[in-house]
């Protein structure tokens, strides 16, 4: 199994993204999937995952800006984000069950 992220840019303080993680060698609805982030000097944080019957669950502090999603057809997750903020520049990472992708970076301009 192979999660790769994509969507990581060069985004304005109070724009939106969206980022895909894509899963190649097995389906996105036999995994818990979630996001994760680690911004520079600190350590990973979860975000938000999606359950193998699509139940979603966040971080508390991120859930007003924070949506997690799934399209099972074409085996994608996505992470939308609104209002982003300078603090938000990390790297994302997707996970499938225990199975890491590379992860892909954003950086948030003031």
């Known amino acids: 199994v192979q999660v790769v992220e994509s969507g990581g840019g060069l985004v304005q303080a109070g724009g939106s993204l969206s980022l895909s993680c894509t899963v190649s060698?097995?389906?996105?609805?036999?995994?818990?999937m979630g996001w994760y982030r680690r911004a520079p000097g600190k350590e990973r944080e979860f975000i938000a995952q999606?359950?193998?019957?699509?139940?979603?669950y966040y971080r508390a502090t991120m859930q007003d800006r924070f949506v997690i999603s799934r399209d099972v057809a074409r085996n994608v997750v996505f992470l939308q984000a609104t209002n982003l903020y300078p603090e938000d520049t990390a790297v994302y990472y997707c996970?499938?069950?225990?199975?890491w992708g590379q992860g892909t970076e954003v950086t948030i301009s003031p």
């Open positions: 996970k499938a069950g225990a199975i």
């Open positions: 060698g097995g389906a996105i609805d036999a995994y818990t």
């Open positions: 999606i359950s193998k019957s699509g139940e979603t």
